[in-house]
């Protein structure tokens, strides 16, 4: 058994891919901290970047932006793609940089996510976290925080990339 419960997820990165499109949001706030949602879920505990899946009549851009309204009750507009590549799932995932126009992140007690916390304990909340104190901590993907820190200091010129995990 890998520690946080990481057989879950390493199990998952051995599968066949379930070939559904997915988004993820990379938010910033004024004092630099990064969006993470923390989850617990399948004995697993972790963060991922706001995000989810593209429904069948929405292109990318909508789905991150009801995405990231659905589970942080934020409001956003897409500034650049950042990443393309596969998820741990298998799935098509684009990662997209995002402005934030203010207030805290929390979880809308109505949208899918609060009801599915609700009825079964798990975990799915919204934290600002300064990047340098994420050491240590199980993040999807996995290179996330490396790629970031590169990125940032390039002004993201270099991006669109190939980013998997």
């Not at 009801?66 to 998820?87: A, F, M, P, S």
């Not at 300064?130 to 200091?153: F, N, Q, W």
Request: aromatic share 8%; charged share 20%; glycine share 10%.
């Amino acid at each position: 058994m890998l520690a946080n419960g990481g057989l879950v997820r390493n199990l998952c990165t051995t599968m066949k891919p379930i070939n559904k499109r997915t988004v993820r949001a990379v938010i910033f706030n004024p004092d630099g901290k990064l969006l993470l949602i923390e989850r617990r879920k399948l004995g697993e505990h972790y963060f991922v970047l706001p995000g989810g899946h593209v429904v069948d009549h929405e292109i990318p851009k909508e789905a991150i932006l009801r995405e990231v309204k659905e589970e942080t009750g934020l409001t956003v507009t897409v500034v650049k793609l950042l990443y393309n590549g596969i998820d741990s799932f298998g799935n098509e995932q684009k990662i997209y940089l995002c402005h934030y126009y203010g207030g805290e992140p929390q979880l809308p007690y109505d949208s899918q996510e609060g009801q599915v916390d609700h009825a079964t304990g798990q975990l799915h909340r919204p934290h600002w976290f300064l990047p340098e104190t994420l050491d240590g901590t199980l993040i999807y993907p996995p290179t996330l925080l490396e790629t970031l820190e590169v990125d940032i200091l390039n002004n993201f010129a270099n991006n669109p990339k190939e980013l998997n995990g």
